[in-house]
């Protein structure tokens, strides 16, 4: 199947006037004169609150709470000023719209970008590449300083433009802690999640925390589409698994096979399936499509690397319909790892910037520092109570900043990615928990051994050394033919590199430099 894609697909625009990024695209008036424009293919849900005001959702969100229904039914019995308080338990990749304001989901995954034309009208879109039309190219003195462009590298350093700064000095991108008044241009501070309560019982937290991520699976399923699970042999994926079976939902399991997968990602995923009596596939990469390496460019206008887009540029997904659900943001629960090893305060916007490039092995003089400092900057300046700068940079850099701008790119496809885990009532709860009894997965695993402890009999992510060298190759053959080829190729490579650097060595001993010639 070849499918028609066009750029900016499911991106919208707000601002002074219309805008069609083409023909198909739908143009709403807002209040204040401004003007919501969008693709068809964006999902838009309309409400009308109690004080009459209208709001507009766009993408996809469900309740984690059992006892509200539709996030538009909660939109239509609540007054203006209860709102704020009543999206904290909407999970997904959303954007509210209204009293002239633009609200993100906890995360930001459905971003914002805003920024002032010539004119000095403001503007505001999901997608950095379409405000290029509306930007001034006057100098924002507001920020001093600017990250300038970088090329972003598939899992090296910080492959993100970390928020709210970008490579376009005119151009910002909003903060989950922050709400954009559209019409001013101004941004205004609101609580980065619910409060978190480290008082909270253990057992109380995470039978809501099981709760709620069941309810908005079941929310899910109510829309009655396709729903497909990547399963691999780790925790996230099968706790997700274990709710789906634990509430009888229809989900369509799938591994997407990569050369660098683990034996456990080929082996576990079709017997874990088959453990909860669902079937499972195998998505194989196809050739790299070379016609969409210039779309995804136009499209994502470089905020995304390479390996991030991969799964993209090969077409693995574009045989499904439907929604998407995965574990993502889960590596809240974990700790998030890689900046475990830093304080647990930061006072100093400078000094968290850098160290936090240390850890992700940025280099100091990196562009991305300036990022980091700026949104530190705004942290320090909007602090929550017991919430770990660490965890706060999860999910405004990890998430908002890498997460939202590979998501994205996947909006270019007809298959929905709906982030379960994305609520701030349920980060809160994982959040409420002390380190030693959510790092590490702990979490993830005691709900699938209260699930389904079939589940748990199965090891998590066990090296491929667990299953026996005869088992390792066939695996590898079978579902990566060519990976020992590589794996020869690269280790010839490495070898004549290695030869290539002694025989200089030896050569540069044997012969040294002749004495520069001095006069007496």
Not at 14 to 40: K, N, T, V
Not at 220 to 229: G, N, T
């Amino acid at each position: 199947m070849t499918l028609l894609l066009r750029p900016h697909r499911r991106q919208f625009v707000i601002g002074p006037h219309s805008f069609q990024a083409d023909e198909s695209w739908i143009c709403l008036p807002l209040e204040g004169g401004r003007w919501l424009s969008h693709c068809p293919t964006l999902r838009i849900a309309t409400a009308t609150d109690a004080n009459g005001c209208c709001w507009y959702l766009l993408g996809l969100a469900v309740d984690t709470l059992e006892e509200r229904g539709a996030p538009t039914t909660t939109l239509a019995q609540s007054n203006s000023a209860e709102i704020p308080e009543r999206y904290v338990s909407w999970a997904g990749r959303w954007l509210l719209i209204g009293q002239s304001q633009v609200h993100l989901d906890a995360s930001g995954l459905l971003g914002c970008f805003y920024g002032t034309d010539e004119a000095g009208q403001h503007w505001a879109s999901s997608s950095p590449a379409l405000m290029t039309h509306f930007l001034s190219p006057a100098v924002d003195r507001s920020f001093p300083e600017q990250l300038g462009p970088r090329l972003l590298v598939h899992e090296r350093g910080i492959s993100w433009f970390p928020p709210p700064t970008t490579p376009t000095q005119a151009l910002r991108r909003l903060l989950p802690s922050q709400c954009l008044d559209f019409c001013r241009g101004q941004v205004l501070p609101r609580p980065l999640l619910p409060p978190i309560d480290p008082l909270r019982p253990y057992a109380e937290t995470v039978a809501q925390v099981k709760q709620s991520l069941l309810t908005a699976l079941k929310g899910l399923a109510a829309l009655k589409q396709s729903l497909w699970l990547g399963l691999t042999a780790g925790y996230d994926s099968r706790l997700m698994l274990a709710l789906s079976a634990h509430g009888q939902l229809p989900i369509a399991l799938f591994t997407r096979v990569a050369a660098r997968m683990s034996v456990a990602d080929y082996r576990l995923p079709p017997q874990l399936a088959r453990a909860c009596g669902y079937q499972h596939r195998y998505l194989k990469s196809r050739r790299r499509n070379l016609q969409r390496g210039p779309l995804l460019a136009e499209h994502s206008a470089g905020y995304v690397s390479a390996g991030d887009a991969k799964p993209f540029l090969q077409g693995v997904r574009d045989g499904l319909t439907g929604i998407s659900i995965g574990g993502h943001g889960f590596a809240i629960a974990s700790g998030f790892s890689h900046l475990r090893s830093l304080p647990a305060t930061c006072e100093n916007a400078d000094t968290g910037a850098a160290q936090i490039a240390k850890v992700m092995r940025e280099p100091a003089d990196s562009s991305a520092v300036i990022g980091l400092r700026a949104w530190l900057r705004w942290a320090l300046q909007n602090p929550q109570a017991h919430l770990d700068w660490r965890d706060r940079f999860f999910i405004e850099q990890r998430q908002a900043g890498w997460l939202s701008a590979k998501e994205q790119v996947y909006d270019l496809l007809p298959l929905e990615r709906f982030p379960i885990l994305n609520a701030g009532r349920t980060y809160a709860l994982l959040l409420s928990l002390p380190e030693n009894q959510r790092l590490n997965s702990l979490v993830q695993a005691d709900l699938i051994a209260q699930i389904a402890p079939e589940l748990a009999a199965y090891p998590y992510n066990p090296k491929d050394a667990h299953f026996g060298l005869f088992t390792a190759i066939a695996s590898k053959g079978t579902h990566a033919p060519m990976y020992f080829y590589r794996k020869v190729t690269d280790k010839l490579q490495r070898m004549t590199r290695a030869a290539t650097t002694v025989s200089a060595i030896t050569s540069a001993t044997n012969n040294p430099p002749a004495e520069p010639f001095t006069s007496t």
